[in-house]
């Protein structure tokens, strides 16, 4: 049995030392992959409760429903709260380089170059470049890795993306704490041109649950640090178990 | 009084203003209510699925406008506005929707398109006859919109009274039949218009449209095709229709009504990171001059936020420059039977999000034909979730005689709205 003992110990050694050097080797390029993996599903569905938090001390509250298909390829936000808003929607396709808003009251589809993305999600500290755009992470910036941290009590990776020279995104870089278990993102810190050294707004990834076997952050606050205004994101509803179909992304959808 | 209607967005002190009235097609009550009975028996309780059904929404908004002029005479009105919307899906294939509009006035209700517009003008309408372009703007009830559309497996049906709306110009849209934009709020709704609107899929980025609206006249219907399609980052819309166009003389005061066919392009996309498009249409005119218009448009969002929309249009039945105009150029523009005064028009929107809850904006509407400029600078403000709060100016600094000529004054318009 001794002789067992020893061996099986001898064989958790190999694999976590080299598992430990897998963690090593991985890349700033890999990790960020990995990332892209867990926050880009094959489909989802969330109704999602947002609330603005102004400079004033202002409330503004928002509700929508998002459909995402193909790793987040496609994408299609719909408004159900406030009435103001009620019915407006954002189809996002090829990654978010195809964007067409839809206005209710008066049915009007228009199509929006992606320079759109850069504008405020209903005034809040998210931009539409902020809710995702399928493989942004890995096709607009060029990621590094830095020493590894610990933040709370997690053991994180720490990889700064810098801006790729062809890309329009609103940030020159992006520094994340990404927890070593899973590959979850903590924290991100966007930097901005004017201030490349402060990072203009953090998110803070916060009530992480396994959902359908996949993490998930039920809570995500924005904060800006230069307006020092936060917006907070709140799950109310996740799904990635639905099966969408490719004619839920359209404009006839979108007009819906 | 010459027209029910009135578009006076030139001189920058009141919105689109277009009033319908309460009348059905049908003149009996009982016939009415047993005729929508009918309707509702045949096209709508077939496929209510009690079991999915939701049940209905009300929701829309208080707006109370306050807008001022300081031209000769100067005048002050108030409009309060109530819009009521419904909506409800019966079941997954049918959805019904519509709203009703409540228009109040308050102040100078009562005006005369000739004060808006140059003194040239004015004075070429002998005294006696001046009382012909009177208008006023009466409290008014209205079904602005009341639709059924059915959405089945391989197209979708809108029957009912309905928003129209074509092309990718802000400003301007020279393949839409059916509506004229106001140049103080080019995105305000429009009236609804009674049609039918079938959209079929062709995949999943072609698809076509099929309108045939009775809104003007059930005896001679405006129709119109349309094939749209995306390629690459561009859509593109080819468009083909025909409607009645209303055409006053305004000085020998007699009107006619022409078929007026058309044949459109649109497209819109993005090249360079600047958000693009194009929208041109030809028109033939019955026994009249054919004529074309155009709109070329570009848009793009700096890193800061910062937005700027620059669009330039083109209309051949404009004047090429201020001694063209006459009555008849500025009546047609009041009353939306031309979109333009001038043959070449340049109109430029920026805003920038001061804070989370403000923007501040300038639109600046340029007739290129006459060199005249008129600035409207706007800023709009969030009080409370639902409550919004916006000012538009309207600065006219043009030459005499011109479009935006310095002597049709300045304007101020203030508008609260509260959405319920």
Redesign the interface.
């Known amino acids: 049995m001794k002789k067992y003992s020893f061996l099986i110990i001898i064989i958790a050694l190999f694999v976590l030392g080299s598992s430990s050097a897998y963690a090593q080797d991985l890349s700033g390029k890999e990790i960020i992959r990995e990332v892209n993996e867990i926050l880009n599903q094959e489909s989802g569905f969330t109704t999602t409760r947002m609330v603005?938090q102004?400079?004033?001390g202002?409330?503004?509250?928002f509700e929508f429903d998002s459909w995402a298909k193909d790793r987040g390829e496609k994408t299609l936000i719909r408004y159900t709260e406030?009435?103001?808003t009620?019915g407006q929607s954002i189809l996002m396709l090829n990654n978010a380089?195809?964007i067409w808003m839809y206005?209710p009251?008066?049915?009007?589809v228009?199509?929006?170059?992606?320079?759109?993305k850069?504008?405020?999600m209903q005034?809040?500290?998210f931009s539409y470049e902020d809710m995702g755009s399928g493989d942004t992470f890995i096709t607009d910036f060029d990621a590094s890795r830095l020493e590894d941290e610990v933040t709370g009590e997690e053991a994180c990776y720490m990889v700064r993306l810098d801006r790729a020279p062809s890309s329009?995104s609103?940030y020159l870089k992006i520094v994340m704490w990404i927890r070593k278990s899973d590959f979850f993102p903590l924290v991100i810190e966007y930097f901005?041109?004017?201030y490349p050294d402060i990072p203009s707004k953090i998110l803070l990834m916060e009530d992480i649950r396994i959902i359908q076997k996949i993490p998930t952050a039920m809570k995500m606050t924005m904060k800006n640090e230069l307006?020092l205004?936060e917006t907070l994101m709140e799950l109310i509803q996740v799904d990635y178990s639905l099966e969408l179909s490719?004619?839920m992304?359209?404009?006839?959808a979108l007009?819906? | 009084m010459i027209m029910d209607k009135l578009i006076p967005c030139h001189s920058l002190l009141r919105v689109s203003l277009l009033r319908i009235p309460v009348a059905c097609i049908l003149k009996n009550k009982v016939t009415r209510i047993l005729y929508c009975f009918f309707l509702v028996y045949v096209f709508v309780i077939p496929f209510i699925d009690i079991a999915s059904a939701e049940p209905v929404n009300f929701?829309?908004?208080l707006r109370s406008e306050l807008s001022a002029s300081d031209g000769n005479p100067s005048e002050l009105l108030f409009m309060h506005k109530l819009r009521l919307d419904f909506e409800s899906v019966l079941s997954s294939s049918l959805?019904i929707g519509g709203n009703v509009n409540l228009l109040v006035y308050q102040g100078d209700n009562d005006g005369n398109f000739l004060n808006n517009m140059p003194d040239s003008i004015e004075r070429s309408v002998d005294s006696a006859s001046r009382y012909l372009f009177d208008y006023s703007l009466e409290n008014d009830l209205t079904w602005d919109n009341f639709f059924i559309k059915y959405?089945l497996s391989e197209f979708?049906v809108t029957i009912g009274k309905?928003?129209?709306?074509f092309g990718?110009g802000y400003a301007w849209n020279p393949t839409d039949l059916f509506n004229v934009k106001n140049l103080v709020d080019p995105?305000d709704?429009?009236k609804g218009h009674k049609a039918l609107r079938i959209?079929y899929?062709l995949s999943?980025?072609q698809?076509i449209m099929f309108l045939y609206d009775i809104e003007d006249s059930t005896h001679e219907p405006g129709m119109l095709l349309c094939y749209?399609a995306?390629f690459g980052?561009f859509?593109y819309s080819l468009i083909f229709g025909h409607t009645y166009w209303s055409f006053t003389d305004y000085e020998k005061l007699s009107g006619t009504r022409k078929k007026r066919k058309i044949i459109g392009f649109d497209m819109?996309?993005?090249a360079f990171?600047?958000?693009?498009?194009f929208e041109g249409a030809y028109n033939w005119l019955e026994q009249s001059d054919n004529y074309y218009e155009f709109v070329v448009g570009g848009?793009?969002?700096?890193?800061?936020?910062f937005?700027l929309l620059m669009e330039y249009f083109h209309s051949s039945l404009g004047g090429s420059n201020s001694s063209d105009y006459d009555l008849n150029s500025w009546m047609r523009f009041f009353t939306g039977e031309t979109k333009a005064i001038s043959k070449d028009n340049l109109y430029l929107y920026g805003y920038y999000?001061v804070?989370?809850?403000m923007n501040i904006g300038m639109s600046v509407a340029s007739s290129l034909s006459d060199g005249s400029v008129a600035l409207i600078p706007v800023i709009d403000y969030?009080l409370?979730?639902?409550l919004?709060l916006e000012f538009f100016g309207g600065i006219n600094l043009g030459k005499d005689d011109t479009v935006y000529s310095r002597e049709l004054g300045k304007g101020l318009l203030m508008r609260l709205t509260w959405?319920?």
């Open positions: 603005i102004t400079s004033s202002q409330l503004r509250t406030p009435s103001r009620r380089d195809d206005f009251r008066t049915k009007r228009r199509k929006l170059a992606t320079h759109a850069r504008q405020k005034g809040s500290d329009d609103s901005e041109d004017d307006d205004t490719d004619e992304f359209t404009e006839r007009r819906k | 929701l829309g908004y959805f959405i979708d309905q928003q129209i709306s990718s995105t709704e429009k959209d899929p999943l980025s698809g749209k995306t980052h859509d819109a996309g993005e990171g600047i958000g693009l498009w848009d793009y969002t700096w890193r800061n936020g937005y999000p804070t989370d809850l969030s409370t979730n639902d919004h959405y319920f």
